[in-house]
């Protein structure tokens, strides 16, 4: 580490999947501290894959800013955990936005339309031990299938999801993470069962029938508790039954990784 009035340049030593801890003084026996997670090519290679995908009703949406919090906090907590950039591919309204506050709109890369769905999960999310897909937005339900709403004209629904996933899985051998808070995210679940080798984990933060609660702009939600718990360093369970507690007198979380 090198230093002068104005600046610190800090690098890491040889060591990586650490946290490493930086104190500074001043004259006054008066000090700051930042922690750094310490990630190198280990550790990415070993996080996989992640789509996150950030939806809207469209128009005079008034749950878009809760929406568009979630999305850009799991982005960054997904980093935080080791995932590189160019291994997470996130769908939203605003590709304009500087997610990371890097100074640069790099993160969000395609908008959330079903063209652009399609191909992530059908050719960029193979050839991976991981994959980590995040839902978030309005859901609903049209009495046999769930879907998640995509836009303003476009859903995803559950059997469509579960062709991509076990396409993926049954090729790759893949272990898939799918989390969804939205709406009515059980009747999505439902469609999501896989019998194959490969590990499915499978959560809804609300069940079949019931509405999903981002309060607070979101900072009161299944997915605020939930990726708190995993920016702690907490495994997936731990983080949903943290998230699962927080939410209870709101709505019933689901966990399902027996297919």
Known sequence: TTANATSVVYQAGNTSD????????DGDAMFGRAYLNVIG???????????IIAGTKGGEDTLWPATEYLANNAYNVLLYRGYSKDNIRYLSQDVGVDVDGNGSPDDVDLVATSTNVQPTFASWAGGVGKLFVY???????????GYFRLNSGELLDGVQLDGWLDDIQNTYTTEVTVVMDFCNAQSVALDLTYTGAATRIVIASSDTNESAYFLANGLVSFSDA????????????????????AMADYQQAIYTDNG
């Open 18 to 25: 650490c946290v490493d801890v930086i104190e500074a003084w």
């Open 41 to 51: 090519p280990a550790e990415v290679a070993k996080a996989g894959k992640a789509v």
């Open 135 to 145: 839902l978030v937005d309005h859901g609903g339900s049209t009495g046999t299938s």
């Open 226 to 245: 939930f990726f708190g718990g995993i920016l702690m360093g907490q495994d997936v369970v731990t983080a949903y039954g943290q998230a699962q507690t």
